[in-house]
């Protein structure tokens, strides 16, 4: 298996605009999950689905953020409109039955 | 309110040393603890899952151990080598909501 993939690995953006990052979940994963990464707040769950379902969504940090998982194989994070605070490595975790999570190489955005 | 700590923030040893990482955590209703390994600009890699019910795990020159009446968990790691140095994280899950919460991490250097 090739792993939880993200895409794109880095992303620079203006502020305003939108930014969509993607995960591809380990197949046969039925949880999955949104962390964010910042020196000064280490890493922060967003947000996380089981079953392709949102189940809690406390860490999301403001309406401008969503997330959404049309299938088992495919989950998106969408910040609009970004702001130069959202700059951040935001990771992508899956996991069976919350039986230990894999993170895949994260998205490293920059919103200038 | 459940919280992860990590002690010591960072750490520089020679190499040989045996080490120990430590992370205790307020709420003991855990659903399981998890240990992982971070190299600078990369994603984590998973070391070491202990399930609520167990007290230790090991994984070659790593052992993780749990208790927790006490709320701790240790990271044993043996005959250091300059690869070891990473970030190391802990990682507690709770019952019933797959809520991970995440150690602010220890740092590791291995000095050749």
């Known amino acids: 298996d090739a792993g939880v993939i993200q895409s794109p690995r880095h992303e620079v953006t203006e502020m305003g605009q939108e930014v969509t990052l993607r995960c591809k979940p380990i197949s046969g994963h039925n949880s999955l999950f949104w962390y964010r990464q910042t020196m000064m707040r280490g890493l922060e769950l967003l947000i996380y689905f089981n079953n392709n379902v949102p189940i809690d969504d406390s860490g999301m940090p403001e309406d401008r953020f969503s997330a959404k998982m049309p299938n088992a194989s495919f989950s998106t994070l969408k910040i609009q409109p970004s702001e130069p605070r959202d700059s951040a490595v935001y990771f992508c975790?899956?996991?069976?039955?919350?039986?230990?999570?894999?993170f895949g190489q994260g998205t490293r955005l920059t919103v200038v | 309110k459940q919280e992860v700590t990590q002690i010591p923030a960072a750490l520089s040893v020679p190499e040989g040393e045996n080490l120990v990482l430590n992370c205790s955590f307020t709420d003991s209703a855990i659903y399981n603890l998890q240990w992982f390994r971070q190299d600078p600009g990369k994603g984590l890699t998973s070391l070491l899952l202990?399930?609520?019910?167990?007290r230790e795990q090991t994984s070659g020159r790593l052992n993780a151990s749990l208790d927790k009446s006490s709320g701790r968990s240790t990271l044993y790691i043996a005959a250091s080598q300059p690869g070891d140095s990473a970030t190391y994280l802990c990682a507690v899950s709770y019952t019933g909501g797959f809520k991970t919460i995440f150690g602010a991490g220890t740092r590791l250097f291995v000095k050749a």
């Open positions: 975790a899956s996991s069976v039955d919350n039986l230990g999570a894999f």
């Open positions: 202990i399930q609520s019910s167990q």
